[in-house]
């Protein structure tokens, strides 16, 4: 529901902007949009500039001209966790970051996690140029 994804983005803008990307766990088995290699080259030590939504879609921007989509569809969840906690059931993608004013730690331990029952969720990267055609505008 959209007032959903608007209180997510809301509180993942709070928690992301301005951290950078430090690792990528992609599940086996699980497929990001282009590929996974190409995803993970492509956000790896990238900053958070801010989280915003498109309709449905939470719009993660980086700092080198692309963008994270997330649509949770009906069962995906974004979570925010401990690294040293176990993995969430169905956990997809966790994605480590590190916050600019502390380079030594990686957000003291924190991770967002996506993770989806039913895998009608994705992940998908694209540049600003691409995001118009993909969310049919």
Known sequence: ELPEVQTITTDLNKYLKNTIIKEIDIEYGYE??????FFTQKVINQ???GVSRIAKNIKIEL????HILVHLAM???????????PKDRFQ????TFQKPD?????NNGYELRFCDMRMFGKMVLLQKKDLSKFIGK
């Not at 700092?63 to 692309?66: E, I, L, Q, V």
């Not at 069962?75 to 906690?85: A, E, K, S, W």
């Not at 502390?102 to 990686?106: G, L, R």
């Open 47 to 49: 900053k958070i500039v």
């Open 102 to 106: 502390n380079p030594t730690q990686k």
């Open 92 to 95: 997809k993608v966790a994605v």
């Open 75 to 85: 069962t995906g969840q974004l979570l925010i966790r401990r690294q040293n906690q």
């Open 32 to 37: 990001t949009q282009p590929n996974n290699d």
């Open 63 to 66: 700092g080198n001209d692309f």
